[in-house]
């Protein structure tokens, strides 16, 4: 009911803010001639979106109206929080600034991987939280939605998080992985100065020949040519 709740809410606030409310897709840009299929099936979705919303409206009043679905209805505030996050971690709108945040803020240990930290740290919390919602109706002998939470909130989420975002992530760390961390000494000898994007530098890795780069530039740089960007040695 919460989670209900909080995805009206946030409907609303889409359909207060939207400014573009064209029914049609152009085949470009430039050209005003619509495209009928894509216009077709965005006109298909619009109406089936509305139409979802409104049944989900008419079934919220009808059971806040009637009080006979509130009756028994007595969260805890525990409840309360736990689906409160996990409505704001799968709500788009906040994932999104927090995820230009993160990606922006460039934090040292994920050596410009932020696009690839947050999302395995985004569904690593929608598995958590979806766990502990499914432990909750475990406890409350709901069997039924205990096998559907199962399949479709920690399968479906658990093949997404090890598909689409761990094995990227593991690969661009084995990337990385055959070069070591520079320590501090090292860094400040080299001036804090990356030699590829000339940006200083607080952490970066050393090559077998004894070069320092920001790990991400490194990882771009061999994504190009296995070879050292400053003395074109063979990596």
């Not at 894509?38 to 509305?50: G, I, Q, R």
């Not at 696009?115 to 766990?131: E, G």
């Not at 940006?199 to 050292?228: I, Q, W």
């Amino acid at each position: 009911m919460s989670v209900v709740y909080d995805d009206v809410c946030c409907v609303m606030q889409e359909v207060v803010e939207r400014e573009d409310w064209t029914m049609y897709v152009n085949i470009a840009r430039t050209s005003n001639v619509r495209h009928l299929a894509l216009s077709t099936t965005k006109m298909v979705l619009e109406w089936t979106k509305a139409v979802t919303f409104i049944i989900t409206v008419v079934f919220l009043l009808l059971v806040m109206g009637l009080e006979k679905g509130l009756k028994d209805y007595a969260p805890t505030p525990g409840y309360l929080i736990l689906t409160g996050v996990y409505f704001l971690v799968t709500e788009k709108f906040s994932t999104k600034i927090v995820g230009t945040w993160f990606d922006n803020k460039k934090f040292e240990p994920f050596e410009g991987m932020e696009c690839l930290y947050w999302p395995t740290l985004l569904l690593a919390s929608h598995l958590t939280l979806s766990t502990l919602l499914t432990l909750l109706c475990v406890s409350t002998f709901n069997f039924r939605l205990v096998l559907l939470s199962s399949f479709t909130n920690l399968r479906v989420k658990y093949r997404e998080l090890r598909d689409d975002c761990i094995k990227p992530l593991q690969h661009e760390l084995a990337t990385l992985s055959p070069y070591r961390p520079a320590n501090r000494s090292e860094v400040r000898r080299h001036d804090d100065v990356c030699a590829v994007c000339l940006a200083p530098m607080s952490s970066a890795r050393v090559t077998p020949c004894y070069h320092l780069f920001h790990g991400d530039c490194l990882r771009r740089c061999l994504k190009e040519s296995n070879k050292c960007p400053i003395c074109q040695y063979h990596l």
